[in-house]
C-alpha cells in the first residue's frame, strides 16, 4: 500500500533563509508525486507536481522539488524564503494506474520568521 | 471565477442531528472528492465522484454518505453526527479522472460535533 512520510511536523526558519521540507513515499509502482500549500483558513493550493520526465520540477512562488527515485523521496525546496511562505505543506501521492486515489502526508508547517 | 465553493463554512451541531454541507464547483469537472483533515494525519479521502451518478468509498466512509446528481454539485451527507466527526472538511475537483490533473479545494467547512 502506498504511504507518505513527512519526516518534520515543524519547520522554523528566518525570513530569506534556505529551506527543505522531506516528503518520502512507499510505493510498489510507479507514482506521480505533488506538493500543495494551505495558507491560514485556506483550501489547498497545488504548488508543483511531478509526472514525468526531469526530476527537478519547479513550481509556484519560487519552490521546486526534487524526485529521487533510488531514495523514494521528494523533497521540497526554496532558497529564500519570506514571511508570506509561512504556511502549512502537503506531499501527496498517487499510482500512476490508481487514476483517481491521492495520498498526502501528515502535513508540515513552515514558520518563517522575521 | 472558477472556484469551488462549500457552504456552511463553520457549523456547531449536537449528536445525532443530521446536516448536509454542500459543494459546488464552476470549472464543468468530472471528478469531484471530500477529504477530512484532522492533525498530524493529514487530508484523508471520504468519498469521490467520477462523474454524475457514479461514487465511491474512500478510506474513511464510516458515517457519511453522498449524492451526485448534478455535475457541479456534491454534498456530504452527515446523518448521525458524532463527535468523531469533529474535523475540518474539503471538497475538491479536478478536470477528470486521472491524478495527473490539478484538483481544486473549496475553502473548508469547520465542523464541530458536541
Known sequence: AQSVTQLDSQVPVFEEAPVELRCNYSSSVSVYLFWYVQYPNQ??????????GSTLVKGINGFEAEFNKSQTSFHLRKPSVHISDTAE???AVSDVDSSYKLIFGSGTRLLVRP | ?????????????????????????????EYMSWYRQDPGLGLRQIYYSMNVEVTDKGDVPEGYKVSRKEKRNF???????????????????????????????GPGTRLTVL
Open chain 2, 1 to 29: 471565477e472558477a472556484q469551488v465553493t462549500q457552504n456552511p463554512r463553520y457549523l456547531i451541531t449536537v449528536t445525532g442531528k443530521k446536516l448536509t454541507v454542500t459543494c459546488s464547483q464552476n470549472m464543468n469537472h
Open chain 1, 89 to 91: 505543506y502537503f506531499c
Open chain 1, 43 to 52: 483550501g489547498l493550493q497545488l504548488l508543483l507536481k511531478y509526472l514525468s
Open chain 2, 75 to 105: 454534498p456530504l451527507i452527515l446523518e448521525s453526527p458524532s463527535p468523531n466527526q469533529t474535523s475540518l472538511y474539503f471538497c475538491a475537483s479536478s478536470l477528470s479522472r486521472g491524478t495527473h490533473n490539478e484538483q481544486f479545494f
